[in-house]
Structures are given as structure tokens and as C-alpha cells.
T-cell receptor, first 115, second 111 residues
Framework: GAVVSQHPSWVICKSGTSVKIECRSL??????MFWYRQFPKQSLMLMAT?????????EQGVEKDKFLINHASLTLSTLTVTSAHPEDSSFYICSAYRDPTDTQYFGPGTRLTVL | SQQGEEDPQALSIQEGENATMNCSYKTSINNLQWYRQNSGRGLVHLIL?????REKHSGRLRVTLDTSKKSSSLLITASRAADTASYFCATDGDGANNLFFGTGTRLTVIP
């Protein structure tokens, strides 16, 4: 089956630093990838849609200057949390959309802890 | 908001019993999907049902869809302790490739 990887699986950083999370579709090309975040005991919330070769589309309330998304190739999207703060601590999950199955394949997630 | 809602929020059953979770959504859809998430892990896709389908089976899973009521149910038969997880429904309500997730049902299967 389709596989999506994320790196790193977990990261701890100091407040004020930037953290980059990678999302890769390993065995298929994904023109569209999605970034979600999940707070403890809550549902996933869509942050942004990442489109290969164009700017990401952000959901309302998500700061585009804080959560930089780059989808430079058909198999890689990156999310950079800039100037991270403790409230950014969360579980970040990416997914890649595989056409024509109408199915999203999710990465294993990245646990970000900002001290 | 297009976010759906699952009911119940939490469900605890004995191993061997059936578990039923319900999902309601607000907009018209092309398809509805069910996902499973083990604690702290990524989502795993379980099953997709299209808007023109009423019922779908996959192993011990049975999904129904009632578009007139904007609701879906996930039935897990003969539950096992390994089924303990959170289950989410997701819809593509805006016609694009986005998914909008419900709040999830936390299922606990007691051995």
C-alpha cells in the first residue's frame, strides 16, 4: 500500500527556534499534501493544503508566516514552525492525496515539544 | 464549520461484543471515510464509502451511509482488545481534496 513518511518522528526545541518537519510520499507522487495538527484528546485540525509548485492554502486562523509550507517536489512537502513557542507544542500529521483513489495516506506524525 | 461529529465520544465494551460509532456531518459530500488512530500515532485509513453507496463491508467492519440524514455509522463486529483506538470519520464536504474530520470516538475494548 501507499506509504507516507514523516521526519522527525519527534522533536524537542527551545522557544524561539525554528523546526522543519518533512513529509514524503514514498511510492507515489502527490500533487497535493495536507498538514494537520492535533492537540491532546482533540480531533485533527486541517492547517493547510500544500500544492506542488504553488503556494500553500491556509485554513482560517492559521498564520502563514509562522507555519511555512514548501512543496518543492511531487514527493516532498515541508512544514517549518518558525519562532516556536510552547503553545505550538502539538502532534503534526501530514497526508498525501493519491489520485484517483480518492484516498489520503497519512504520515505517522511528528510530536513537537517546545520548551 | 464543516467538521463532523462522532457519537458517542467514548465507548467501552467487552471483547467479543460489537461496537457501533456514529458520525454526522453538515454539508453535501462526495465520500466519507473512517480512520483509526492509536494513541499518539498517525491515522490509518479504514474504509471509504461514496455518496451513492449505502453500505460497505471490510472484514469485521461495516459502514453505512445515509445522505438524507447526513450520517454514517461504523460497526466493528466481534471486537478485540487490539481494536482499542480512536475512530474518526472524515468528509470531503467542500468538493476539493480536503478532509474534514469529526471529533472522534474513543473505543476501549476490555479483554
Amino acid at each position: 500500500g501507499a506509504v507516507v513518511s514523516q521526519h522527525p518522528s519527534w522533536v524537542i526545541c527551545k522557544s524561539g527556534t525554528s523546526v522543519k518537519i518533512e513529509c514524503r510520499s514514498l511510492d507515489f507522487q502527490a500533487t497535493t499534501m495536507f498538514w494537520y495538527r492535533q492537540f491532546p484528546k482533540q480531533s485533527l485540525m486541517l492547517m493547510a493544503t500544500s500544492n506542488e509548485g504553488s503556494k500553500a492554502t491556509y485554513e482560517q486562523g492559521v498564520e502563514k508566516d509562522k507555519f511555512l509550507i514548501n512543496h518543492a517536489s511531487l514527493t516532498l512537502s515541508t512544514l517549518t514552525v518558525t519562532s516556536a513557542h510552547p503553545e505550538d507544542s502539538s502532534f503534526y500529521i501530514c497526508s498525501a492525496y493519491r489520485d484517483p483513489t480518492d484516498t489520503q495516506y497519512f504520515g505517522p506524525g511528528t510530536r513537537l515539544t517546545v520548551l | 464549520s464543516q467538521q463532523g461529529e462522532e457519537d458517542p465520544q467514548a465507548l467501552s465494551i467487552q471483547e467479543g461484543e460489537n461496537a457501533t460509532m456514529n458520525c454526522s456531518y453538515k454539508t453535501s459530500i462526495n465520500n466519507l471515510q473512517w480512520y483509526r488512530q492509536n494513541s499518539g500515532r498517525g491515522l490509518v485509513h479504514l474504509i471509504l464509502i461514496r455518496s451513492n453507496e449505502r453500505e460497505k463491508h471490510s472484514g469485521r467492519l461495516r459502514v453505512t451511509l445515509d445522505t438524507s440524514k447526513k450520517s454514517s455509522s461504523l460497526l466493528i463486529t466481534a471486537s478485540r482488545a487490539a481494536d482499542t483506538a480512536s475512530y474518526f470519520c472524515a468528509t470531503d464536504g467542500d468538493g476539493a481534496n480536503n478532509l474534514f474530520f469529526g471529533t472522534g470516538t474513543r473505543l476501549t475494548v476490555i479483554p
